[in-house]
Structure formats: structure tokens, C-alpha cells
């Protein structure tokens, strides 16, 4: 096969896969094991991992390496094949999840996945997780399949991650998106025990991580009011107004939309300067 037409068929499979191409992918398209590595010793191709391949005209990306390792899991299968498929299939989860949701500061040394079934692998890099995920706990961010922001937390909860480092993450996902409490909650439940909480209670410990970063009821209550106090005299907010406030953020321990409150804390907390006199409500 000339190269052009090897360049060509690799280029075709890479351009719906971040410009990304496996061995096997190459293979089925008759580029031979050979040809690829003539391809990158030449510098058309670079090589991510065994068997993985970056053109090397196309951009390199925060999530090469996650992007390679999962195609790499099934590697004769497209990317938008295995999408489809989901929550069947390896989906980016634990650490890894985090970091590709944006949330958290965890480093994520190794890629993690969970799988539907057992699996092992050679690869020091990555570990495999077995359970067989629900529809709800999968979604897809940068192309790739991921666990839920719900399924993450508990996730990190499981796999004995500090506390702390989990309540940040669960912090700036409240700060950016919508959080499923409820289904949180269910998913905390069976961990509760363990750390320290009456058995299956996930309120409790929810409740405990939403404590260590300040978003328990007591802390935005006290945020709400300090807010309030300083958008008063800027007639942003009239007492009633303020008091309706308290009354919410009151009510947030038995509700379910307490990320939507975290967020209107915020953008509340924003609009007020923090150098404005405080005056009693």
C-alpha cells in the first residue's frame, strides 16, 4: 500500500476520533503493523500508547492520554460506536471522572474505568472498576462516557479518597451544574457505615461532606444573611424580600434543590461588595 493511501484511510478514521487511531482500526482498513510504524518513524504518526496513534497534523488535547487509554480498551471498535452503547461498555470513572467533569483537584495518576464485567490489564496506568452501571450514572463529556457527577462522588467516597478532597469536588460541581440530591443520596447510602454514619444513612453523610466545605444549612444561612445585610442598603433586596431568604435556605435540608440555593448563595454573595457596612436585617 503507497503511503498516500495509507494516510489517507487512517486520516478518515481519525478525523471522528480526535484525530486519534488504534492498530486494529488501521488493520481492518489494510494499513499492516509495518506501515504504521514506517508512518511514524517518518513523523505522520505519533504514538500515545500500544497499538494508539495521534496523526500527527491534528491538535493535542487535555484528554489525549484518558482518549487514548479508553480506546485502547476496545481497540478494533469506533469511538461513536462504543458511545452508543452506553452505560454498557468501559466509562471514565473514580479520579479520572473528576478531572474530565471539572470538579475537584484530584491528580488522577492512573486512568480509571468502570466496566460492566471483570476485566485485567498490563498497563501500570490504568485500573478497572467492575459494576454494572445505570442509565442514570453515565453521561458523556468530551466525547467520552462518564460517570455521573452523582455516581462520581460516591465513587471517590468508595474508593476511601480523604473526605475533604471529595466535599471540594462536590462543592464546585454544586457551583455548576444541577446535582441530582436524591440519587446522590441512594448512591451514599451504602458507604454511610463505614464512615462513621448510622448504617445506610446517605443524608447523613451528604450532609457531612456538605459540611466540610461550608454548604451545610447553618453555613448558608449565614452566607444568606450576610448577603443580605450588604444588598439591603443598596435596596437590592427589601426586608421581606431578605427574610423569604432565611426562609429558604432554611428549608434547604429537606429539599432537594440545595445545589440550585448553593448557586443563588453565590451569585447573591457576588452581587454583594464585601466592603459595603453591614447593617442588622
Not at 471522528?16 to 482498513?29: E, I, K
Not at 448504617?199 to 452566607?223: F, H, P, W
Request: a positive charge; charged letters at 30%.
Amino acid at each position: 500500500m503507497k503511503r498516500s493511501v495509507a494516510l489517507r484511510l487512517l486520516a478518515e478514521v481519525a478525523a471522528s476520533q480526535w484525530g486519534l487511531v488504534t492498530a486494529a482500526q488501521a488493520g481492518a482498513r489494510g494499513v499492516s503493523h509495518l506501515m504504521l510504524a514506517r508512518l511514524a518513524d517518518a513523523g505522520d504518526l505519533v504514538r500515545l500508547a500500544h497499538g494508539v496513534y495521534r496523526d500527527a497534523g491534528a491538535p493535542t488535547s487535555e484528554h489525549e492520554e484518558l482518549r487514548s487509554a479508553w480506546l485502547s480498551i476496545e481497540p478494533a471498535r469506533f469511538a461513536w460506536e462504543r458511545i452508543q452503547d452506553r452505560p454498557e461498555g468501559a466509562t471514565v470513572s473514580g479520579e479520572s471522572a473528576a478531572r474530565l467533569l471539572g470538579i475537584g483537584d484530584f491528580r488522577a495518576i492512573r486512568h480509571e474505568f468502570t466496566v460492566p464485567r471483570r476485566r485485567q490489564t498490563q498497563r501500570p496506568d490504568v485500573r478497572f472498576r467492575t459494576r454494572a452501571l445505570a442509565d442514570p450514572d453515565v453521561t458523556v463529556r468530551e466525547g467520552l462516557p462518564v460517570t455521573s457527577i452523582e455516581r462520581t462522588i460516591a465513587d471517590l467516597v468508595e474508593s476511601r479518597a480523604q473526605l475533604e478532597h471529595v466535599a471540594r469536588a462536590l462543592r464546585d460541581a454544586m457551583r455548576r451544574e444541577s446535582v441530582d440530591v436524591d440519587r446522590l443520596t441512594a448512591l451514599l447510602a451504602p458507604l454511610a457505615a463505614r464512615n462513621g454514619h448510622r448504617k445506610e444513612d446517605g443524608r447523613d453523610l451528604l450532609q457531612q461532606l456538605l459540611a466540610t466545605v461550608g454548604l451545610d444549612q447553618q453555613s448558608l444561612i449565614k452566607q444568606l444573611t450576610r448577603a443580605t445585610r450588604r444588598l439591603l442598603p443598596m435596596e437590592v433586596v427589601s426586608p421581606t424580600e431578605a427574610q423569604e431568604l432565611k426562609r429558604r435556605a432554611a428549608a434547604q435540608s429537606e429539599s432537594a434543590d440545595i445545589a440550585d440555593l448553593v448557586r443563588f448563595v453565590e451569585r447573591l454573595s457576588q452581587l454583594a461588595p464585601a466592603n459595603t457596612s453591614e447593617r442588622s436585617t
